[in-house]
């Protein structure tokens, strides 16, 4: 059974960066995997996606701040996330198990989840 693990949330203040990890048990190989968040009494949206290939999608809102990446040796996925704003304050999930058809960036198409890290950025 595959199982996700987020870390590397904390608190920070604005401009500040934080490196979020994920480790997969049970993952294997190269697959589209994705990060996404969810603040309070919001809908859980997209950050970013990389796919097997290795080629990197961002939501709108990250405007060149954050960076995914992978190291599939280590089953391990990143968020590298830099001039962090208030606004980018969430609990940040990475997911896996894309459902064929639809949005990349709809939490509803993704099967694997962690638990989520918490990140929040004072002003």
């Known amino acids: 059974q595959r199982q996700l693990a987020e870390s590397g949330g904390g608190s920070v203040q604005a401009g500040g960066s934080l490196r979020l990890s994920c480790s997969g048990s049970g993952y294997t190989g190269s697959r589209n995997m994705v990060w996404f968040r969810q603040a309070p009494g919001k809908e859980r949206e997209g950050v970013a996606r990389?796919?097997?290939?290795?080629?990197?999608y961002y939501a709108d809102f990250v405007e060149g701040r954050f960076t995914i990446s992978r190291d599939s040796e280590k089953n391990a996925l990143y968020l590298q996330m830099n001039t962090l704003k208030p606004e980018d304050t969430a609990m940040y999930y990475c997911a896996a198990g894309f459902l064929s058809g639809g949005s990349w960036f709809d939490f509803r198409k993704w099967v694997y989840w962690g638990q989520g890290t918490q990140v929040t950025v004072s002003s």
């Open positions: 990389i796919s097997p290939t290795g080629a990197t």
